[in-house]
Every structure is written in structure tokens, then in C-alpha cells.
């Protein structure tokens, strides 16, 4: 999900109902864990479907071993399917365990979703934490405030005993929501986050690093296989990688500096021309980002390239068009990441195809781009707190 250090923005209102949209295996299969995610279609707010949307709320420093895991838990929850795509996994908090749809997030770093104190329409639409109810709910006195281009929340950092699959860390602190504005519509609870503990807004220890500083987890890796096609299969993976998921090699890529999930890229690139991040830029990789975001003015000139057409706040091509595109390379640390128009160019419910990039809201100083699940469902990612790096491989 895309934020800042002070504020975690996403796009407008109609753009958030579209994001997300929103996470080897390790020798001891004991700390293997597959969570699989449940791909969701969402409603797109385009120009024919804003009734709809009211109908819709009714070599390295250690050895990463690989393995498949056919043994792993596995924990699947059915969502319904509308017209864009985001994964959730569930996960459960306290004692006795209650359950909540989340979406693993590696732009961000906290873990939150709803409390019964909450006094927002909002929330009501969602499952809300009883922290009455839980034997193991610790209390603080923090207060947390989170930011969104579509609204805020505001809550309390508790702490409790958080479940993802068979993986528990105790003594998790995490954020109640008591206001909250934004997230209509969202088959999600809450999010949770995967970077950093240095870009948390609560204040406290990320769960990922609780579970392994608890001993969770052997390896402090984690990965996302995101399906193409059907709503179930995808998967994130603690503690190592599973070598199925992918074909080839496993490339790395060094982070920019150690603190975010954030790369160099070289150029981006169609039929061998550079269209975009000309001497290098910045990329952002980002489960929580349904499309590829980057500066409007380069957005614009590669929707001209592919002679796609605005519409309102989309850019759409004759879907009898779409297999005579060409792909859009991503330069990476070398290696070429091509994406085929049959991965940007996706339909919609009225049977229109649409370009699955947006521009970028934030602004920054460098060019950045984000790499959403558009990118990420065709390259398995892996996130390697180890050594600072990302790796990339072609997915199956």
C-alpha cells in the first residue's frame, strides 16, 4: 500500500475501491508456514458502473532452502469475485482466537483492523476486534493516527497473541481503530504490514519481526505468489521459499538502503526504446497496489505509446488490440522483467479493457514507480530481511 513517513496515502475514493488491492522453504518444515490469499475482484468504479458500486455493498549470508511443503498449514478463505483483483489471508487474534480478513502489505509496516469501540459506519461493515473477549489483550495508553488520501484512522496500539496459520506471536502489538473513514466496500478487515519496523506509525515491533525475534520463523523471509486466474492458489510463505511457485532463476536485487522494500531500476522500455525512468529511478514493491503507479506525464506518454484512450480516470485500448501490444520491460539490476499486454491490459465489467497503470499521487523528489500485483503476478517475489535484498523469478 502506498504512504510516506508521515502519512500512508492511497489513492481517491474511487481509485481505493481498485488497489490492493493490499504479501526455499526452509529445511525444517516445522517453520514453514503457506498462507494461502484469496484473490478478490473488486467493483471498478468506471463510467458506467457507479450504480453498481451501491448494488456491491449490498550465495549468501545464510542458505535459503527450498522445498515444497505439501504438509504446511493451510488456510483458505472464500471471498466474493468483482472486477479488479486484491489478496487477503486470514489471520486471527487473541484468546479464544478471532478471525479477520487482512491484506499483507509490504509498503507498510503496521498491523491494525477494527475495534467494538469503534463508532464509525465504517467499521460496522467489518469484523471488529472484542478485546473483552480475550484472555491474553494487554492495554496501553498509546494512541496511533494513520493518514489516507481517502480518509483516516485513528485508534489504540494493543497487545494479544496474533495467529497467521500455524505461526503465533505473543505479546503482538497491534492497532484498534475506533475512528475510521475510508474502506467502504473492502472484502478486508484490516491490513498487515511487512516492511520495516523504522516506517511503523504505532510504534511498535512489526510482526513479522516479533516472529522472528520469538523464533517463529528459522530464516527472516518471506514471499508472495499471487494467482492469475482463479481465486485461490495464491500464497505468502514465511521463513524461506518454495521453489514450485517459480521457473528459473531466482534473481536479487540490493534494496536502495536498508529500511524499505525499495529498489533501484534502470529504465523502463517498449520494443527496446526507453519510455520511462530515463538514467534510473526508484521502485517501490508493493502487494498493496493492485496496478503499476508512476509520474502522470510518464504514464501519459506510454498510454500514448500503446494509443490508449482517456477515459475519465482511466486509459482503455480495443480489447481486439490488446494481443498486438507490446510488452513493457522493467530493467532491474540488469535483468530485463518483460510484462505482455495479456498482464497490463485487463477487462472490465462492461467488457472494455483498461491499462492497469495510474499515476502516482504522492509526490517525491526522485522518480519513483510502485510494482504492484499487476507486476507481481508474473514474478515471484521473495523479501529477504537477512541481507537487505528482494528476489525476483518468473512465476508458474
Given amino acids: 500500500m502506498l504512504r510516506t513517513r508521515t502519512s500512508l496515502n492511497t489513492w481517491s475514493q474511487e481509485r481505493s475501491m481498485r488497489w490492493l488491492v493490499l504479501l526455499g522453504l526452509v529445511a525444517f518444515s516445522e517453520c514453514i ?26 550465495e549468501h549470508a545464510y542458505r535459503l532452502y527450498q522445498t515444497s511443503s505439501p504438509g504446511s498449514n493451510i488456510a483458505t478463505h472464500p471471498l466474493r469475485n468483482f472486477e479488479d483483483m486484491f489478496y487477503v489471508g486470514n489471520i486471527t487474534i487473541g484468546t479464544p482466537p478471532q478471525e479477520f480478513q487482512v491484506l499483507f502489505d509490504t509498503a507498510s509496516s503496521d498491523l491494525w483492523v477494527p475495534s467494538i469501540l469503534c463508532t464509525s459506519p465504517t467499521c460496522s461493515s467489518h469484523v471488529m476486534f472484542r478485546h473483552n473477549e480475550s484472555s491474553t489483550y494487554r492495554h496501553t495508553n498509546k494512541t496511533f493516527s494513520i493518514i489516507y488520501g481517502s480518509g483516516t484512522i485513528e485508534g489504540v496500539v494493543g497487545h494479544d497473541t496474533v495467529r497467521i496459520g500455524d505461526l503465533v506471536s505473543t505479546d503482538q502489538p497491534f492497532g484498534l481503530s475506533v475512528e475510521q473513514y475510508g474502506f467502504e466496500g473492502m472484502p478486508l478487515d484490516g491490513i498487515l504490514g511487512l516492511n520495516y519496523p523504522n516506517l511503523s506509525f504505532t510504534g511498535g515491533i512489526p510482526i513479522f519481526d516479533n516472529l522472528k525475534n520469538q523464533g517463529a520463523i528459522s530464516e527472516p523471509v518471506f514471499a508472495f505468489y499471487l494467482s492469475k486466474s482463479k481465486p485461490e492458489g495464491s500464497v505468502v510463505m514465511f521463513g524461506g ?21 525499495r529498489v533501484y531500476m534502470h529504465r523502463i522500455s517498449m520494443e527496446g526504446d ?6 534510473g529511478c526508484q521502485a517501490l514493491v508493493d502487494t498493496g497496489a493492485s496496478a503499476i503507479l508512476g509520474p502522470r506525464r510518464l504514464v501519459n506518454k506510454i498510454m500514448r505509446f500503446l494509443g490508449a484512450k482517456p477515459q475519465g480516470s482511466e486509459h482503455y485500448v480495443s480489447c481486439s488490440a490488446v494481443n498486438t501490444l507490446p510488452s513493457i520491460d522493467f ?3 540488469g535483468i530485463n522483467y518483460p510484462l505482455p499486454a495479456q498482464a497490463y491490459a485487463m477487462k472490465d465489467s462492461s467488457g472494455d479493457c483498461f491499462i492497469n497503470f495510474e499515476a502516482n499521487p504522492a509526490s517525491t523528489s526522485a522518480e ?5 500485483d499487476v507486476f507481481l503476478r508474473q514474478y515471484f517475489s521473495v523479501y529477504d530481511r537477512g541481507n537487505d535484498r528482494i528476489g525476483l523469478a518468473q512465476a508458474v
Fill in 331 to 333: 530493467t532491474i539490476n
Fill in 241 to 261: 521459499v518454495d521453489k514450485s511457485y517459480y521457473q528459473g532463476a531466482l534473481n536479487w536485487v540490493p534494496l536502495i538502503q536498508p529500511g524499505d522494500w
Fill in 368 to 372: 519513483t514507480w510502485i510494482l504492484g
Fill in 33 to 58: 508456514v503457506n498462507i494461502p490469499l484469496t484473490r478478490v475482484k473488486i467493483m471498478r468504479k468506471t463510467r458506467s458502473e457507479k450504480n453498481m458500486l451501491n448494488n456491491f455493498l449490498k
Fill in 274 to 279: 526507453t519510455v520511462a525512468c530515463y538514467g
